[in-house]
């Protein structure tokens, strides 16, 4: 009778292996924000700024100070008080004459601006200052110059120097200056049929 010895294998489990502990993130320090220096106001040309001052306190909300820097005051007013404001400038502030004046064409805004530069040969302590004047003209979408919206009371009657500057502006941008002695063109021929030359939707033909 034959017999079978059964071997026992023992079988050792191995133990589990331990899973590292996982690491927390590091919180990373919360960066405090830098705090932004204080804006220190602006000082402004004593100066220039007294001419300014004179201007608000004779016409209040009628007119902004769109600038006061060194040599120069910038004021925006409307057509309605455009002589006034002008007038005050020659007779209470010693400017006497107008260097140049200037257009502007906003169509975004349906107007047409116009700037005087104005300054002063009689008074010493003015001679590096100007006084930029500027004004707002309707803008009509087709143009009869002479013969549309598009006006603005002349200055000529003010400062005599405007003359020819006026009669420019009215045949380049179409502005046309009531009360002005003579506005016929200075440049172009007096048949002109197209838009004023220098507002932004003329083309030059051709090109």
Same mark, same amino acid.
């Given at each position: 009778?034959?017999?079978?010895?059964?071997?026992?294998?023992?079988?050792?489990? &191995?133990?589990? @292996?331990?899973?590292?502990?996982? !690491? &927390?993130?590091?919180?990373?320090?919360v %960066?405090?924000?830098? %705090? &932004?220096?204080?804006?220190?106001? /602006?000082? =402004?040309?004593?100066?220039?700024?007294?001419?300014?001052?004179k201007?608000?306190?004779?016409?209040?909300d009628?007119?902004?100070?769109?600038?006061? &820097?060194?040599? #120069?005051?910038?004021?925006? +007013?409307?057509?309605?008080?455009?002589?006034?404001? %002008?007038?005050?400038?020659?007779?209470?502030?010693?400017?006497?004459?107008?260097?140049s004046?200037?257009g502007?064409?906003?169509?975004?805004?349906?107007?047409?601006? /116009?700037?005087?530069h104005?300054?002063?040969?009689?008074?010493?302590? *003015?001679a590096?200052? *100007?006084?930029?004047? %500027?004004? #707002?003209? !309707?803008?009509? @979408?087709?143009p009869?110059?002479?013969?549309?919206?598009?006006?603005?009371?002349? =200055?000529?009657?003010?400062?005599?120097? /405007?003359?020819?500057?006026?009669?420019? +502006?009215?045949?380049?941008?179409?502005?046309?200056?009531?009360?002005?002695?003579?506005?016929?063109?200075?440049l172009?021929? !007096?048949?002109?049929?197209? *838009?004023?030359? =220098?507002?932004?939707?003329?083309?030059?033909?051709?090109?």
């Open positions: 009778m034959m017999s079978t010895n059964t071997e026992q294998v023992t079988i050792e489990e &191995k133990p589990a @292996e331990e899973k590292p502990a996982e !690491e &927390k993130p590091v919180a990373k320090p %960066a405090k924000p830098v %705090a &932004k220096p204080v804006a220190k106001p /602006v000082e =402004l040309p004593a100066f220039e700024k007294n001419i300014s001052d201007i608000v306190e004779k016409f209040g009628k007119i902004v100070v769109s600038f006061v &820097k060194v040599n #120069r005051v910038g004021i925006n +007013v409307d057509k309605e008080n455009v002589h006034d404001v %002008a007038k005050f400038i020659r007779d209470e502030l010693n400017y006497d004459h107008v260097e004046v200037s502007v064409d906003y169509p975004q805004d349906k107007e047409i601006e /116009v700037v005087y104005i300054g002063s040969y009689s008074d010493p302590s *003015l590096s200052q *100007l006084i930029v004047l %500027a004004t #707002r003209a !309707e803008r009509e @979408e087709n009869i110059p002479g013969k549309d919206a598009t006006r603005l009371p002349t =200055l000529r009657d003010i400062f005599y120097s /405007v003359e020819f500057h006026e009669r420019e +502006v009215f045949e380049m941008f179409g502005v046309y200056f009531t009360g002005h002695p003579d506005n016929r063109r200075l172009l021929p !007096e048949d002109w049929a197209d *838009l004023p030359p =220098l507002r932004k939707d003329f083309a030059i033909k051709g090109r």
